[in-house]
Nanobody, 112 residues
Framework: QVQLAESGGGLVQPGGSLGLSCKAS????????MGWYRQTSGNQRELVAT???????IYADSVKGRFTISRDNVQNTVYLQMNNLKPEDTAVYYC??????WGQGTQVTVSS
């Protein structure tokens, strides 16, 4: 079993920045793919950014150039730095770890 503990999120004005972090614990494979998804009410969970099994990164087109995913392999932690936030980024953000482990979700609200 893998447990994911998220932190960060909150309320920010448009154009502002927020950072999320997610620490994995438990029976963690070596440097597993980890990433971030988000979900709004009535919609499916969508990919925001993730590391792949090869260590490369994938970003949703809507966040390219504004969000940056990074990781600390020693701490088994993945981060998401979100800059120039827009109201449409408002969602519950979920940490994901290979194969199918999910965090509890953290709310990000972008509003003036």
């Amino acid at each position: 079993q893998v447990q994911l503990a998220e932190s960060g999120g909150g309320l920010v004005q448009p154009g502002g920045s927020l950072g999320l972090s997610c620490k994995a614990s438990g029976s963690i494979p070596n440097n597993p793919p980890m990433g971030w998804y988000r979900q709004t009410s009535g919609n499916q969970r969508e990919l925001v950014a993730t590391f792949t099994v090869t260590g490369s990164t994938i970003y949703a087109d809507s966040v390219k150039g504004r969000f940056t995913i990074s990781r600390d392999n020693v701490q088994n932690t993945v981060y998401l730095q979100m800059n120039n936030l827009k109201p449409e980024d408002t969602a519950v953000y979920y940490c994901w770890c290979f194969v199918n482990y999910w965090g509890q979700g953290t709310q990000v609200t972008v509003s003036s």
